[in-house]
């Protein structure tokens, strides 16, 4: 996984697989790692799917997945909430069963894809998701309230009220955005 913004952790345990397939676009710079079946097939490389050769139907679905994750992200700093991204999710996850499944045949329970391939690659994301709501983790992957970044990172401070994904960055062009509109509202009225 790349490194985070503001010197941030990654987020934990597979909720940081998560946060990778959210992060697999810079909205703001580029490039898309899912833009076309290379690409998202070094990034299955990276993030522990060796050898795994993506179809079409499999990218453009974990791009739809992507986006719709993305949007619940949004919604965990303030964004509205998105109907059409839940539709999306539920759509997609159709199409990728889970299991109960035992790691080594000891421990405790866990969901796990039910099938390989890209369909196994997005079930593993949503058991991720699942997980993570169950432990209460999952409202602290936020997106970057700054409109211009999205980059999803996860808000570990106490009472979760974190905005952006780097306040030397994000946060100081938030901050300059709303003195610039209160400069220019001062002039407007200044001239009136």
Not at 13 to 31: H, I, K, M, T, W
Not at 118 to 127: D, E, N, S
Request: aromatic fraction near 6%; include cysteine.
């Amino acid at each position: 996984m790349r490194g985070q913004p503001g010197g941030r952790t990654a987020a934990p345990d597979r909720l940081a697989l998560v946060q990778a397939f959210l992060n697999s676009v810079n909205v703001e710079f580029g490039p898309d790692e899912f833009a076309d079946l290379d690409g998202f097939a070094r990034w299955l490389e990276r993030n522990d799917w060796p050898g795994l050769r993506p179809d079409e139907p499999g990218r453009r679905d974990a791009i739809a997945l992507r986006e719709a994750l993305r949007a619940l992200a949004r919604e965990h700093n303030g964004g509205p909430p998105d109907p059409a991204a839940r539709r999306t999710v539920e759509h997609i996850s159709a199409g990728c069963p889970l299991v109960v499944g035992f790691d080594a045949g000891e421990g405790d329970p866990s969901l796990r894809a039910a099938q390989d391939g890209v369909r196994g690659v997005l079930a593993t994301v949503l058991a991720a998701v699942t997980r993570s709501v169950i432990d209460g983790s999952w409202p602290r992957l936020k997106a970057c309230h700054e409109h211009r970044c999205e980059w999803v990172y996860y808000d570990r401070s106490r009472n979760r009220s974190s905005r952006w994904c780097s306040m030397d960055v994000c946060g100081v062009r938030a901050k300059m955005r709303v003195y610039r509109e209160g400069r220019k509202a001062d002039t407007r009225i200044g001239s009136a």
